[in-house]
Each structure stands twice: as C-alpha cells, then as structure tokens.
C-alpha cells in the first residue's frame, strides 16, 4: 500500500493573535457591509465566552442535552487487526448524531447575549443545518439554513430533521451548489439582515473571530479525550490524535488541547475524492495554495486565475474547496500531517468499522478511519480517532456499494 | 495627475459611475462598452473583475461574472483587452473585484499593469482597511492608484473618518445595508444617512451607490452626494442590449436626461 501524504517542518505557538492570525493565515476579509457585526463579535465573544453563567449554562446544556461527555471507546477488534491501541472518540453519540452541536450551543447562547433573535447557518451534509436547527427549536429563534441544491438531494434525511425542527431550508443554486455556495448564500443573508441577525458557522471558517471561536466551543472534544485517557492509560497524552478535514471544526477540536503537546502526534485526513490528481477531489493541502475565501486568508483550491474550484468529495460534510485557518497554520509549520483519503478508502472504513465494532460510521468521519492502515503505530502505542459524527445520513450511500 | 482627483476638482455634483463587468455579455465587449460609455457622457467607468464567489453582490452581479467566467474572462486578458484603451478612452477608470484573483496575479504586478494601462483607481471590497493601510497602500501609491472605500450605515464615525484620511478619489456610500442589486429607492432612512455623513465635512467626495437605477434615484441620490453609481441596472441593460454602443446610449441618456 502506497501511503499519499504529506509533511514539512515543525515549529509551535498555534493560538491565534490578536489581529485573528494563526501564523500567515487568517485575518477577517469582508466586505464593509459585514464589519459592524463581525466587529461585535471581535470585540466581544471572549468576555461573553468567559462570563460565570454563560459557562454555567453551556456546561449543563452539553451534561444534560448534548449528552456529553461522549465515551472514550476502546475499539477491541480495531486495535487487534492494527496491531496498535485504537480509542474512537464517540462524537457520533451525541444528541443529533454529531460534534457539530458543540458549537451551535455554544454560539446560540452567544447570539442570545448579543441581542439577537434570527438565526442564518449554511451547512454541506446537513449536521450543522441539523445542529443549528436543533438548538434555535431549543431557545425559540427564528432559523434560516442554506444548503447546497445538490446537498439537498444527497441528504435528504437530514433536510427533513431540518424542517421538522422548523428551521427553513434554503437551496443555494449558484456554483457547484454544495457548502461553498451555500456559505456565499448565507453571508449574503447576513449582509441583508445585520442588526437583527447572528451568523453560526459550522466550521473553523469564516473571518475571525470564528475560527478560534468555533475551536473554543469545540475543544470540549479533546479537554474530555485528556481526563479520559488519563483514567483509562494513566497519561493525558495519546501517541496520536486522527480527525477528518473538510473545514476542519471536529480536527481543531480534538487537536486543541494537544496543539502545545509536541509528542502527540496530529492527523489529519482530507477528502481525496476520485484521487488527488483525477480532477474530482477535496484535498485542500495537496491541490491548494494560500488564498481568501469566506473572509479568511488560507489554502485554498483554486486556479491558476484565482478562481476558487469547485471541489469532489463522496462526503457533503468535506465537499470544501478550502480549510480553517488553524488547519493551514499546522500543515505550513508541520505541526499536523495530512492525509487524502478516496472516496473508495473511506467507503472501505466504514464498512470495516461497522463489521468490526457495530458502530456505522459517518462518511466523513470513515475518512479519519481510513488514515489507521497508513499509520503503522505501535503495538504499545495508543491512537485516537475522533468518530465525529455517525452514518445514518449516509445509508443511502453506503448502499450502494453493498 | 490621477483622472479621478482631476474630475473631482471640477465637478462635484450629478457624477455618473458606471459599474459593468469585464467580458460580458460576450468576451470582448470590454473595450466597446468602455468607449459607449465614454461617448454618452459617463463620468467615470468601474470594470468588475469577475470572480467565481462574488458574496457582495446579488443575483444580477453573480450572474454577470459567472457568464465571464465562462467566456474566459481573466485579469491577463483583461489587461490585454485595456493595452491601448488611453488612445481612446480619457474617462477615469476604476477596477472592481475581489481580493482573491489580485494577490494570485501578485500586487506588485497587477498594480503596474494597472498603471501601464491607464487604470486610476480600485475598488476591493473585501480588502481589510487596515490591511491595507499596512500592507497596500505603498504599493497602489507607487503606481499611482486610488483605494476608494465603502462606507454602509452601520459604518460608525470614526470609523468613516479613518476612511476619509487614508484614501483619496472618492468614498462609496452604499445606500443601505444589502448585496448589490437589492435594493431599489431611495427612503427617508437613507436620506438622514446622507444627511449625517453629509455633515462630518470629509474631505472625499461621495457617491451613492446600491439601489440606483434610473433617473429619478439618480437625481434623487445627487442631491445628497457628488453622485451615484450605477451597477446592476447597467448590467440588465447590458444583458437585453442588442447593439451595445446604442444601447448603452440610450440608457446612459435616459438616465441623466430623463
């Protein structure tokens, strides 16, 4: 087996700064018209995020709604058929069936303390959209998602969730009609509506400050992951921590508390699709170079124009054309490395962890899954992968190739 | 001296600004939409710079650069399709785009093939003021461009003011909070925008763009700036023209006559 990866340097400091950088990348590129309010939230969703009962009031909604924290999961037959130690990180158990809601509790009881009551979201599998729908049925907001025309049709489970919940599913028709199209519709959304109006990102994207603050709302992931292991293996460290990237909110969560942890070793897998140079891929690292798009600087697919590309993925949830910037900041200093996974390879994953362990995956997260037959870990050492999200969704998909 | 400071030195009120994008409806009606323009009497053309994910315009816009895209439209064939435009055309002429395809074409090297070609000024919506100011501006400077910002609403005084003292030309006062082509109108809560921004005595004239689109808003808009811009509107008349010289006339006639 030929392993398709990639690595360069090492260097640490991986916090944004003040200016909403994570080394080269980042920053807020936005048009005027959505200054006032990114500018509100720059200024103020530390201090909201820090508050006594702001903290109070997400910690119990992630105990008592979310369901957390999620099991730390020794997967027996996994870790026999690898040779190594393989812990899957049960994101998948959460209420709505993935991470994504970490961050929609998080960011809807920001919204509530900045005074806003309408909520817009764009989403690509439709967890976020689901996720996001979910916690404004909870605190009775008015819900707006945008979706992909052909998200909706490859999804279609997850758009009934979505209006059940009573959240109105929009079609994004313009472009390749999947998330980057369905991001473009919803800032424009938010641009027409910026006083009454708070935008929930559902990935380490978009000016800053999103991408740190969706990464603090997500980092519960890998704060529970150190408490667990350290009851379970008697050390906070793994030798290993795997995540799938397509914006990359469920890596920056389960690499956050590690990010300072030199010996942990940070992996992530992006979405191949028909392979990196068939033309039909998602493998930002591979294919991109630095670029903006959705108001931050990062790596991005584009051509040699500037133009961004329209991406492949079998996964809507990687189907991006870019990655946070955080995600850049750790493939420019080497501090993560970088897997592309095919969409075959992930097919193979899901089916594997399914027969293995009972547990059917999500498409996306069947990516970070696949990275375990590259890894070559030791029989002593122990592995991480975080499960983001599970494979319901995904049936349909999966089989066919049944 | 800069075309757009020497227009401004001697007409400061019913400024026509025309926005239409590069290589559409067909590749190359750059240029003769360029020389309409000119001929019926616009005082300053903006060429958009097409870019795949447009998130400050709306549908018309999107559309219109989506359509030059796919004629293959490029800032290198832009460039080449504006060689020689100083033989014909004396107007001011502002580039308007996105960031994304500048720093791929390298800002250095698309800041002097502005120059080389007689471009005055450009309009990068989603170039950070500060960004700028640290970053660009020296380089715009050295080849003699204008930055012209946008100011919304929502966009505090100070905030306008900073704006006021780094950038030269003109300021773009979108009319209210919108993509483009939204809009249509002109409402008391902008007339009391007009009026507030009016009264901080900048020293950059304004033009009153986003929900212009006949004579009546554009009278309406020049009573309370140097002038107006004109995007999507244009773009409409661009899309049903069936010659473009006469066409373009005809509107722009329409527009400043009634």
Same mark, same amino acid.
């Given at each position: 087996m030929t392993s398709i990866e990639q690595y360069k340097g090492q260097e640490t400091a991986f916090g944004v700064n003040d200016k909403g950088y994570y080394g080269k990348f980042g920053g807020a590129y936005i048009p005027e018209m959505l200054y006032p309010n990114v500018e509100e939230l720059q200024q103020n969703y530390l201090q909201i995020i820090h508050q006594t009962d702001f903290q109070e009031?997400?910690?119990?909604?992630?105990?008592?709604?979310?369901?957390?924290?999620?099991?730390?999961?020794?997967?027996?037959?996994?870790?026999?058929?690898?040779?190594?130690?393989?812990?899957?990180?049960?994101?998948?158990?959460?209420?709505?069936?993935?991470?994504?809601?970490?961050? &929609? #509790?998080?960011?809807?009881?920001?919204?509530?303390?900045?005074?806003?009551?309408? #909520?817009?979201?764009?989403?690509?599998?439709?967890?976020?959209?689901?996720?996001?729908?979910?916690?404004?049925?909870?605190?009775?907001?008015?819900?707006?998602?945008?979706?992909?025309?052909?998200? #909706?049709?490859?999804?279609?489970?997850?758009?009934?969730?979505?209006?059940?919940?009573?959240?109105?599913?929009?079609?994004? &028709?313009?472009?390749?009609? +999947?998330?980057?199209?369905?991001?473009?519709?919803?800032?424009?959304?938010?641009?027409?509506?910026?006083?009454? +109006?708070?935008?929930?990102?559902?990935?380490?994207?978009?000016?800053?400050?999103?991408?740190?603050?969706?990464?603090?709302?997500?980092?519960?992931?890998?704060?529970?992951?150190?408490?667990?292991?350290?009851?379970?293996?008697?050390?906070?460290?793994?030798?290993?921590?795997?995540?799938?990237?397509?914006?990359?909110?469920?890596?920056?969560?389960?690499?956050?508390?590690?990010?300072?942890?030199?010996?942990?070793?940070? #992996?992530?897998?992006?979405?191949?699709?028909?392979?990196?140079?068939?033309?039909?891929?998602?493998?930002? &690292?591979?294919?991109?170079?630095?670029?903006?798009?959705?108001?931050?600087?990062?790596?991005?697919?584009? +051509?040699?124009?500037?133009?961004?590309?329209?991406p492949h993925s079998i996964s809507a949830g990687l189907d991006y054309p870019g990655i946070g910037p955080l995600h850049a900041h750790l493939w420019d200093s080497g501090r993560a490395k970088f897997y592309a996974i095919t969409d075959d390879e992930s097919i193979e994953a899901g089916f594997e962890l399914t027969k293995l362990e009972g547990i059917i995956p999500a498409i996306e997260s069947a990516h970070a899954l696949s990275v375990l037959k590259y890894l070559n870990a030791g029989v002593n050492e122990t592995v991480v992968v975080n499960l983001s999200g599970r494979g319901d969704k995904d049936l349909a998909t999966y089989m066919k190739y049944l | 001296m800069n075309r757009i400071t020497k227009l401004f030195q001697t007409k400061l009120h019913s400024v026509l600004n025309l926005y239409f994008t590069a290589g559409y409806p067909t590749l190359n009606d750059t240029m003769p939409i360029l020389e309409a323009l000119q001929e019926a009497g616009a005082d300053i053309a903006e060429i958009g710079m097409p870019y795949s994910d447009p998130v400050a315009d709306g549908e018309t816009i999107q559309q219109s650069n989506q359509v030059a895209l796919d004629n293959g439209m490029s800032l290198k064939v832009l460039f080449e399709q504006l060689a020689g435009m100083r033989q014909k055309v004396q107007i001011p002429v502002i580039l308007m785009g996105y960031i994304n395809p500048v720093i791929q074409f390298g800002i250095e090297n698309f800041c002097q093939k502005c120059q080389e070609v007689g471009v005055d000024g450009l309009i990068l919506p989603d170039l950070p003021m500060e960004e700028y100011y640290e970053e660009y501006k020296p380089v715009f400077e050295k080849y003699g461009l204008l930055n012209i910002f946008l100011i919304t609403p929502q966009t505090t005084e100070a905030r306008i003011r900073r704006i006021d003292e780094i950038s030269d030309g003109f300021i773009y006062m979108v009319s209210s909070a919108s993509v483009t082509g939204k809009t249509s109108g002109i409402s008391p809560e902008m007339e009391a925008y007009f009026n507030r921004v009016n009264a901080m005595n900048l020293k950059n004239p304004r033009l009153i763009g986003f929900g212009i689109k006949d004579h009546e808003t554009f009278t309406k808009a020049s009573e309370y700036a140097a002038g107006a811009i004109i995007g999507s509107q244009f773009i409409r008349v661009l899309q049903s023209a069936s010659d473009i010289k006469t066409d373009v006339v005809e509107y722009i006639k329409s527009v400043k006559i009634g």
């Open positions: 009031e997400f910690q119990d909604l992630l105990k008592n709604y979310v369901g957390r924290p999620t099991p730390l999961y020794y997967a027996t037959r996994l870790s026999e058929k690898y040779k190594t130690n393989v812990y899957l990180k049960r994101e998948d158990l959460c209420h709505t069936g993935a991470h994504k809601v970490n961050n &929609t #509790i998080g960011q809807i009881l920001l919204a509530k303390r900045l005074g806003k009551h309408k #909520i817009v979201a764009e989403t690509g599998a439709g967890q976020h959209g689901v996720a996001t729908a979910t916690v404004c049925a909870l605190m009775g907001l008015e819900c707006i998602v945008y979706m992909g025309e052909i998200d #909706i049709q490859r999804q279609a489970p997850n758009v009934a969730r979505m209006k059940m919940l009573g959240a109105e599913v929009r079609p994004a &028709t313009s472009g390749s009609k +999947t998330l980057k199209d369905a991001t473009n519709e919803a800032l424009r959304h938010w641009i027409n509506n910026p006083v009454d +109006t708070h935008y929930i990102i559902g990935s380490v994207v978009g000016p800053h400050p999103y991408p740190d603050m969706v990464a603090r709302f997500q980092s519960v992931i890998s704060e529970e992951i150190r408490s667990q292991l350290l009851e379970k293996i008697g050390k906070e460290n793994p030798d290993y921590v795997i995540a799938c990237v397509g914006g990359g909110s469920n890596a920056a969560g389960a690499f956050y508390h590690f990010l300072d942890e030199p010996e942990v070793k940070l #992996i992530a897998a992006e979405a191949g699709g028909h392979g990196i140079h068939s033309g039909l891929s998602a493998a930002t &690292t591979f294919l991109g170079k630095p670029g903006v798009l959705h108001g931050s600087k990062s790596i991005l697919m584009q +051509t040699e124009d500037g133009q961004v590309v329209e | -």
